[in-house]
């Protein structure tokens, strides 16, 4: 038995490049006798609920979602939650229910998003499903991306619109750690695939921040809104959104003033070092670094990546040198080929991106400059914490 009245409530899903609301994803309520709305996420989590009355409720929500959407701005999509245990059911050819939804609205199917909500279902019938979804003109995405590594099979096999990422995986990624590293990996893939990200469960500034360093198309959450029966203003969050994006750039404004600011410093050392190179003088004759407190370590490659000389490290006021990596060929490494690609000819100091190195397994950055008339090639690797 399920109390209360099934309705539908509407989350705006915000443009990241204009701040305007996109589209809205329709989340199911019950409205109680006392006039509360319960969420009815527990009943599709409790398996004592029959699938007959769950998939009822959710025909129902659906229904007054859809009949609510000519209230709504047309170019706003709709967005709703589709579960593949329910579409396995369906009998081969039988017609989808929610395209039949659709019709009997009068809504065209381009703005509408069906949002795949979990794993499980036969896959097979899942992707025949999908193609017809796509074929009537609607658009798919993936929920909860990154929470299992079967979503990876499923991203292949439906070739999804939108990739909506894992609340939880998110917010933990949102605040450092390798997760982070995890996120950002699974939104390049999703951009390589064509697909638009959705981050959804932005509830602080610096889990929008890092959305939009993710390159999200949309974000959804409490920072802006909580799924309401009513339809927000399609501006309703511009000024705000506005606000909040021109912090995250002053951030990366700061942040790139810092990086311009090392690479000053590092061509500074990096001229002091060649020198002492150039000179084969003992390392007793090495400079000071204590004002370069980023330093890590340097070490001398050929120009075709294969170590000449130890790392040396400069450590406690003492320079001491590390014989374990030479011989070693890195040219595999991509600041390595960058520096081919783009320093070699012209003899300039390059900076990689940031990375995790394997054996330290702490962030860094390697700055390389080849000297000896290019026969040689210094590298610096820079502690990238505060960077």
């Not at 099979?153 to 990624?173: E, G, Y």
């Given at each position: 038995m399920i109390d209360g009245q099934p309705l539908a409530c509407f989350q705006p899903f915000i443009d990241t490049a204009t701040g305007r609301i996109a589209g809205i994803e329709a989340l199911g309520r019950l409205r109680q006798e006392d006039a509360r709305l319960l969420s009815v996420g527990p009943l599709f989590a409790d398996p004592k609920h029959p699938a007959a009355d769950l998939r009822r409720l959710d025909r129902l929500i659906r229904d007054?979602?859809?009949?609510?959407?000519?209230?709504?701005?047309?170019?706003?999509?709709l967005s709703l939650n589709i579960s593949p245990r329910w579409i396995s059911r369906l009998r081969p050819g039988q017609s989808l229910p929610s395209l039949l939804q659709l019709k009997r609205h009068g809504i065209p199917a381009h703005r509408i998003v069906f949002e795949i909500t979990e794993l499980g279902g036969d896959s097979q019938r899942l992707s025949d499903v999908v193609a017809r979804y796509r074929?009537?003109?609607?658009?798919?995405?993936?929920?909860?991306?990154?929470?299992?590594?079967?979503?990876?099979?499923?991203?292949?096999?439906?070739?999804?619109?939108?990739?909506?990422?894992?609340?939880?995986?998110?917010?933990?990624?949102?605040?450092?750690?390798?997760?982070s590293d995890v996120v950002k990996a699974l939104a390049q893939m999703a951009e390589k695939t064509g697909c638009w990200i959705i981050a959804e469960g932005v509830e602080t500034e610096a889990e929008l921040h890092f959305a939009l360093e993710c390159g999200?198309?949309?974000?959804?959450?409490?920072?802006?809104?909580?799924?309401?029966?009513?339809?927000?203003?399609?501006?309703?969050?511009?000024?705000?959104?506005?606000?909040?994006?021109?912090?995250?750039?002053?951030?990366?404004?700061?942040?790139?003033?810092r990086l311009m600011n090392l690479r000053k410093q590092l061509s500074q050392l990096m001229t002091r070092l060649q020198r002492w190179a150039e000179g084969n003088a003992p390392l007793s004759d090495l400079p000071n670094v204590e004002e370069f407190p980023w330093l890590l370590r340097f070490y001398q490659c050929d120009r075709h990546g294969t170590q000449l000389t130890p790392n040396l490290e400069w450590r406690q006021g003492a320079w001491l040198a590390d014989a374990r990596y030479l011989g070693h060929n890195w040219s595999w490494r991509p600041y390595f080929y960058h520096l081919l690609a783009e320093g070699w000819h012209e003899r300039r100091l390059t900076l990689s991106n940031t990375y995790r190195d394997a054996?330290?397994?702490?962030?860094?950055?390697?700055?390389g400059q080849f000297f000896d008339n290019g026969q040689r090639l210094l590298l610096i690797d820079v502690d990238a914490a505060g960077f």
């Open positions: 007054d979602a859809l009949s609510r959407l000519h209230e709504a701005p047309s170019d706003w999509f074929e009537a003109g609607a658009r798919i995405a993936i929920d909860d991306f990154g929470a299992g590594y079967s979503q990876l099979d499923r991203v292949l096999a439906l070739q999804p619109d939108i990739l909506k990422l894992d609340m939880r995986l998110f917010q933990a990624a949102a605040r450092g750690g390798p997760s999200s198309r949309y974000v959804q959450g409490f920072l802006f809104a909580q799924a309401e029966q009513h339809f927000f203003a399609a501006d309703a969050f511009v000024e705000r959104f506005a606000q909040l994006r021109d912090r995250y750039v002053m951030e990366k404004v700061v942040e790139r003033e054996t330290s397994n702490q962030y860094c950055l390697t700055a």
